[in-house]
């Protein structure tokens, strides 16, 4: 059975850091891109972040680029976004994705996403 578990969501400042853990299982990890999407309150979903971990190649939103920063630890399944200069419009549930293509991640899109996660709340007071 697979299973993308989050965590680490949570409240923080404007301009503080929080970083979110995402434990998979079922699946070979190093065969899958793994990333983020992310859904604010009253909008859609938004690609955030994706990490391939077949070459080690990593994707941005331009909304997030230069803040977050997503990274793996494959001996433990799980990856990490650790989310910093964290802004009010960062404020979302966000949702662990795995796919065999970062650009599936990139487009949140569920209906063609492999494996996803329950989500965790990360909401940023300003």
């Known amino acids: 059975e697979v299973q993308l578990v989050e965590s680490g969501g949570g409240l923080a400042q404007a301009g503080g850091s929080l970083r979110l853990s995402c434990a998979a299982s079922?699946?070979?990890?190093?065969?899958?891109?793994m990333g983020w999407f992310r859904q604010a309150p009253g909008k859609g979903r938004e690609g955030v972040v994706c990490?391939?971990?077949?070459?080690?190649?990593?994707w941005y939103a331009d909304s997030v680029k230069g803040r977050f920063t997503i990274y793996s630890d494959s001996a433990k399944n799980t990856v990490y976004l650790q989310m910093n200069s964290l802004k009010a419009e960062d404020t979302a549930v966000y949702y662990c994705?795995?796919?065999?293509?970062?650009?599936?991640?990139?487009?949140?899109?569920?209906?063609?996403?492999?494996?996803w996660g329950q989500g965790t709340l990360v909401t940023v007071s300003s």
């Open positions: 990490l391939d971990n077949s070459d080690g190649s990593t």
């Open positions: 994705a795995a796919d065999p293509l970062c650009s599936i991640i990139r487009a949140a899109n569920s209906r063609l996403l492999e494996h």
């Open positions: 079922g699946f070979k990890f190093t065969d899958y891109a």
